[in-house]
T-cell receptor
Framework: GNSVTQMEGPVTLSEEAFLTINCTYTATGYPSLFWYVQYPGEGLQLLLKATKADDKGSNKGFEATYRKETTSFHLEKGSVQVSDSAVYFCALGTGANSKLTFGKGITLSVRP | GAGVSQSPRYKVAKRGQDVALRCDPISGHVSLFWYQQALGQGPEFLTYFQNEAQLDKSGLPSDRFFAERPEGSVSTLKIQRTQQEDSAVYLC???????????????FGPGTRLTVL
């Protein structure tokens, strides 16, 4: 079956630090890959996505590259801000209806 | 434009009660999904509609869970005889296209937090 594994959290960083959040997956078929973010008190929002191997998704300074050979989709940002504090979910979509399979999520806290 | 809305935002039920959770998807969106998110976990798929047709209900945990979307827009998730293990946030998501659109973005509502006492 499909599964997504995220690194254990929580993660606490100082402002302007470099961020990497690891995500690996197993899937039948050829999935699309997503990062969703949940800011405090808000719903899930799409952060970025990639739909085929070697594609790079990017948004708000965040990037992730679809690596089929390592079945990974790690999220990176060169300089985090306090406003990036949130819960981040890696997900894959596959199958006829593209239902999403999520990782457990990781909480990021950025201190000034 | 308006996003996905869900009501109520919070629901407290006594064990054994029936509950109904409502989802209003983005207007014109063909696909509608329900997910269940337990505390500290990622969302888990429950069921999928394309317009009014329920094409996948493989994630519904028991026959106490029932979902409908009779006119292809608003959807209701009903849980009968609620149990404590049903306590979770129930998320609704919609996307523009139907089956085969694996690259489509799902837009999520704020969720309904269900607490069963």
């Amino acid at each position: 079956g499909n599964s997504v594994t995220q690194m254990e959290g929580p993660v606490t960083l100082s402002e302007e630090a470099f961020l990497t959040i690891n995500c690996t997956y197993t899937a039948t078929g050829y999935p699309s890959l997503f990062w969703y973010v949940q800011y405090p008190g808000e719903g899930l929002q799409l952060l970025l996505k990639a739909t085929k191997a070697d594609d790079k998704g990017s948004n708000k300074g965040f990037e992730a590259t679809y690596r089929k050979e390592t079945t990974s989709f790690h999220l990176e940002k060169g300089s985090v801000q306090v406003s990036d504090s949130a819960v981040y979910f890696c997900a894959l979509g596959t199958g006829a209806n593209s239902k999403l399979t999520f990782g457990k999520g990781i909480t990021l806290s950025v201190r000034p | 434009g308006a996003g996905v809305s869900q009501s109520p935002r919070y629901k407290v039920a006594k064990r054994g009660q029936d509950v109904a959770l409502r989802c209003d998807p983005i207007s014109g969106h063909v696909s509608l999904f329900w997910y269940q998110q337990a505390l500290g976990q990622g969302p888990e798929f429950l069921t999928y509609f394309q317009n009014e047709a329920q094409l996948d209900k493989s994630g519904l945990p028991s026959d106490r869970f029932f979902a409908e979307r009779p006119e292809g827009s608003v959807s209701t998730l009903k849980i009968q005889r609620t149990q404590q293990e049903d306590s979770a946030v129930y998320l609704c998501a919609s996307s523009y296209r139907g089956q085969g659109a694996r690259t489509d973005t799902q837009y999520f509502g704020p969720g309904t937090r269900l607490t069963v006492l």
